[in-house]
């Protein structure tokens, strides 16, 4: 007698009909800048990966740049997820990416130089992703040239002119490399002659370089999989899994400050695209704030405090960008902006760092709204000519002019400090549950 349809495959999934309403993938943590970038993601992702199986970057280049500081050592990530440091998680550079290798492998060595181990056992890259060359960051360095006093501000990492090749459809991606090397041959020589023409300056060494990367080819190779199947085949299996976002939701090209922003997107909608995540498997979405805002490059800047209290922020906050090595514009925190970016982004908590930066203002000034042309507008204003001219709105907070470095618990921050956070809390409408006062990885306060 047959078996009954039922019994055919011990391993068949229930009818779709049975699992209409059932999801047993797990939720993905999702951390975001919710800022201009540099907010201190990478310790928050340092901190949630000791839970985590998997932490994913999802998109942007080594334009990106998170610190983690372990006790005497200061790790500086551009590619690698900051999850690398957990010894019991894996690292996945997803197919939403773009990779320069020589960075790449130039990054691995330093960080393997302060400490760093076992990466070889713990780091997976998309075949998907698309690869980086030389020559896009010096066609980077040339297009910024010839906007001349209209230039970007960009990091000349190459990354948009990447994008770009994407987008028309004739870059390459780790699965080229990877794959028949004469076709890669044959994509390379033709994607050189198209900037080549379009720069009859540009130098490209075609040879050297195929040289070069037949080499990469075989050191990549056993790092590489194919991440979308990979992460899902993991949600399946109940496994935790962390995405860390580079760069920060004023920097979307969307969404953020246009034509000052990366050539990625970095709010929510580039995890789904950037690992092939579906929004029904995103879970907690946490936005990282700084208690003051910041932003490398050029771009209007409402906030700005070109005056001693912005030298202040700078000085003790230490703001000079990890990739740039260029002094971050300083000012204060700006809640228009991070109310619009809760809505693109749809935060459920927040995590508000370097609250000890603040410690010795007399008082703090909040933007809580602009007015264009004299009028109060309820919108985050999509032109850069307006939004450089608004006139910002600001309430004034009393400092509390005492070290909180040595804080761990909520209830012990000073009254005044806790004030500032509850009223960041009930302007944007999302909880904040982590507090950052200081540089380590343990200098963090747990709300709730």
């Known amino acids: 007698m047959a078996e009954s349809f039922e019994e055919m495959n011990g391993q068949m999934q229930a009818s779709p009909r049975k699992r209409l309403r059932r999801n047993d993938m797990s939720k993905v943590t999702v951390v975001l800048g919710a800022q201009w970038g540099d907010e201190g993601k990478g310790k928050v992702v340092d901190m949630l990966a000791t839970d985590a199986d998997i932490v ?11 610190t983690v500081v372990v006790e005497d050592r200061e790790y500086d990530f551009h590619l690698l997820p ?13 197919n939403g990416v773009v990779i320069h290798l020589p960075g790449l492998f130039d990054e691995l060595e330093k960080n393997e130089a302060k400490g760093l181990m076992n990466w070889k056992d713990r780091l997976l890259i998309s075949d998907r992703a698309h690869i980086v060359f030389d020559f896009h960051q010096q066609v980077d360095g040339l297009q910024e040239l ?4 209209k230039s970007l501000g960009t990091t000349k990492k190459g990354i948009g002119p990447t994008y770009s090749s994407k987008a028309t459809r004739n870059g390459i991606r780790i699965a080229d490399l990877l794959g028949d090397f004469s076709q890669f041959v044959e994509k390379f020589q033709g994607l050189a002659a198209v900037y080549q023409r379009m720069f009859p300056d540009l130098q490209v060494d075609v040879d050297a370089e195929l040289v070069r990367y037949k080499v990469f080819a075989e050191r990549i190779r056993p790092y590489v999989v194919e991440s979308v199947s990979y992460v899902h085949s993991a949600l399946r299996r109940g496994q935790k899994v962390l995405v860390e976002g580079a760069n920060a939701a004023m920097l979307d090209i969307d969404f953020g400050t246009y034509p000052y922003v990366t050539s990625s997107n970095c709010s929510i909608g580039g995890v789904c695209t950037g690992l092939g995540l579906p929004p029904c498997n995103i879970g907690e979405v946490i936005g990282v704030v700084k208690a003051y805002t910041t932003r490398v490059g050029d771009g209007p800047f409402p ?28 000012g204060w925190l700006d809640l228009v902006l991070l109310e619009y970016t809760t809505m693109v982004n749809g935060y459920s908590v927040m995590c508000i760092t370097k609250l000890d930066i603040l410690d010795t203002l007399a008082e703090i000034k909040v933007g809580v709204s602009y007015k264009s042309k004299g009028k109060k507008i309820n919108y985050f204003p999509s032109n850069t000519a307006e939004l450089g001219s608004v006139e910002v709105e600001y309430i004034t907070l009393p400092g509390w002019q005492t070290s909180i470095e040595g804080v761990r618990d909520y209830e012990k921050l000073p009254q005044n400090a806790k004030k500032y956070i509850e009223m960041i809390e009930e302007k944007v409408q999302v909880p904040v549950k982590w507090i950052g006062v200081g540089k380590d990885r343990n200098s963090i306060i747990n709300v709730y």
């Open 82 to 94: 900051s999850g690398i440091i957990n010894p019991k998680c894996k690292s996945i550079i997803g």
């Open 56 to 66: 994913c970057r999802c998109q942007g280049g080594n334009n990106a740049g998170h």
């Open 303 to 330: 906030t700005e405090l070109l005056d001693a209290t912005g030298d202040l922020l700078q000085t003790r906050g230490s703001e000079v960008g990890v990739t740039t090595k260029r002094k971050r514009r300083c």
């Open 146 to 149: 010839e906007k001349g006093k």
